[in-house]
């Protein structure tokens, strides 16, 4: 048995999951997530995974599918990982996910296709692939927040970026002396009477705001919110949606499956 390992690194994680082959989409044997300073332990996790779905055969991984937003040093720290002996990958066997005109059913129309980061196109393959025939918006809340909108036939046309919920905080702490750092947290009700409740529910409203107007301008008849900030923003948002755990891994697991 040989398995498929997905790798999405971001700005902040590093997460990854492993599935078999004919595998439903999103169903992981296993699955982990890093910060950027804990990354070393990354190959003991797998290894550890491995071990457990071989139930003491010799491990294999077949296929190995990697987004990274996160810079050549990340991507060089991943290649030295995915290189060691006792994961016995080979390198035809590595596919550094980039975004392209067209993949699993989902076209591209950005007005240079290479340009659209591959998380993006990897997330809104994931929504396209959980949504087909629907005219869809996919919001991913992490460092940044990006909000893309899919037609009901796949088509990609593009989006919005804004920073993220943690950064919006971050900005207003930084560049205004009497402002405190706030964490996120539950959105006040109605209008804040102390300022830490009115950064956050000004941070939360820009949020939910942006995915509000894309949602309209979409005529979207669903939308999906991902990301770690997710579980504070999707509570603000007052359009239909649902909230799905890391919507760029489920995009690389329906490429994958449709190469």
């Known amino acids: 048995m040989t398995y498929d390992l997905l790798i999405d690194a971001g700005n902040t994680r590093i997460k990854w999951a492993l599935a078999a082959p004919a595998a439903g989409l999103g169903d992981w044997l296993a699955q982990g997530a890093h ?4 990354a070393a ?16 055969a010799v491990p294999a991984i077949g296929r190995v599918l990697v987004a990274n937003v996160a810079g050549q040093s990340v991507r060089d720290m991943l290649a030295g990982w995915l290189a060691a002996p ?4 080979q390198p035809p066997a590595i596919e550094w996910f980039a975004s392209i005109a067209q993949r699993a059913g989902v076209r591209n129309a950005y007005r240079n296709p290479a340009q659209l980061g ?9 929504a396209h692939a959980l949504c087909p025939g629907k005219a869809i918006v996919v919001a991913n ?20 970026i804004l920073p993220g919920l943690g950064l919006m905080a971050t900005s207003l702490a930084r560049n205004t002396a009497q402002l405190p750092q706030i964490k996120p947290g539950k959105l006040p009700e109605g209008f804040a009477d102390n300022t830490d409740d009115a950064i956050l529910s000004g941070c939360l409203a820009a949020q939910a705001g942006a995915i509000e107007r894309a949602f309209e301008l979409h005529q979207a008849v669903e939308c999906i919110i991902s990301g770690g900030a997710a579980p504070y923003v999707a509570p603000a ?7 799905v755990e890391n919507i760029v891994m489920i995009g690389l697991h329906a490429a994958l499956r449709s190469a």
């Open 86 to 89: 006792q994961l016995r990958i």
């Open 118 to 126: 591959c998380d993006r196109f990897a997330a809104a393959i994931g």
């Open 237 to 243: 948002v007052p359009v239909p949606h649902r909230h």
């Open 141 to 160: 809340c992490g460092t940044a927040t990006t909000i893309d909108a899919i037609t009901a036939d796949g088509t990609f046309l593009g989006g919005m």
């Open 41 to 56: 332990d990354f190959p003991p996790a797998l290894s550890s995974a491995l071990a457990a779905a071989s139930a003491g």
């Open 35 to 38: 910060m950027h300073a804990e």
